[in-house]
């Protein structure tokens, strides 16, 4: 079952998650009245991402529909897991390395150590001079990071590459970080910026 048919499925709820389910799909069966509201192609995403985006901006800044869409986002994770271990969620990076020389590239991974250490391997690997844009410390980071690979799919380059605009990167940062209270978040200011390179031979991405 996807995520947006599990949402379809609350509708007759009485709890916050119903008022949303109900929101959600008069947006979805109104969708041709309304493009402005469509902020994805991805309208039965399996991703918390797809429908974050989906919704109008004003509506994504209400904080109980953010409260609600998160809500059911971890209902629907216990669903899918049922019959596994799922009360302890593993906790760790979600990281975002941007090629220095190219614009709108992103490594989109996950690790449990130090992205700034991660960053060095992956220059070295690579052969690439990257720099870290940003990253999540948070639950459920295996999860989040195969949902972002799903989100980001038609931008794929290769493997955990992908040309995105950095908005959208944003946007996800923002999106995820809602699903956990102690999340931690690392913004880069552009002046404190120190680049993590490799000198040797860059990537192609022609």
């Known amino acids: 079952m996807s995520f947006t048919a599990y949402i379809k499925k609350q509708i007759d709820r009485s709890d916050m998650f119903g008022d949303y389910a109900r929101d959600f799909k008069y947006i979805l069966d109104n969708l041709p009245l309304y493009p402005e509201h469509r902020g994805t192609d991805e309208i039965t995403s399996d991703t918390l991402l797809g429908h974050y985006l989906f919704l109008p901006y004003n509506v994504r800044q209400r904080e109980h529909t953010q409260a609600e869409l998160c809500g059911l986002w971890k209902e ?25 020389n190219e614009n709108g590239i992103f490594k989109v ?28 410390l948070i639950d459920h980071y295996d ?14 380059l ?7 605009d950095v908005n959208q990167i944003d946007e996800a940062i923002l999106a995820y970080s809602l699903t956990d209270s102690e999340c931690v978040i690392r913004v880069r200011k552009e002046e404190d910026d120190e680049d993590l390179e490799f000198d040797s031979e860059e990537m192609s991405f022609s």
């Open 76 to 100: 629907w994770l216990q669903y899918k897991h049922i019959g596994f271990r799922f009360s302890s969620p593993k906790k760790g990076y979600v990281y975002f390395l941007k090629l220095e």
């Open 109 to 136: 991974g996950r690790t449990q150590k130090d992205p700034e250490k991660r960053a060095w391997d992956v220059a070295r690997q690579e052969r690439a001079k990257v720099v870290v844009h940003d990253w999540l």
């Open 143 to 156: 999860i989040i990071e195969k949902e972002l690979h799903l989100a980001f799919k038609k931008n794929q």
């Open 158 to 164: 290769m493997r955990e590459w992908f040309r995105v």
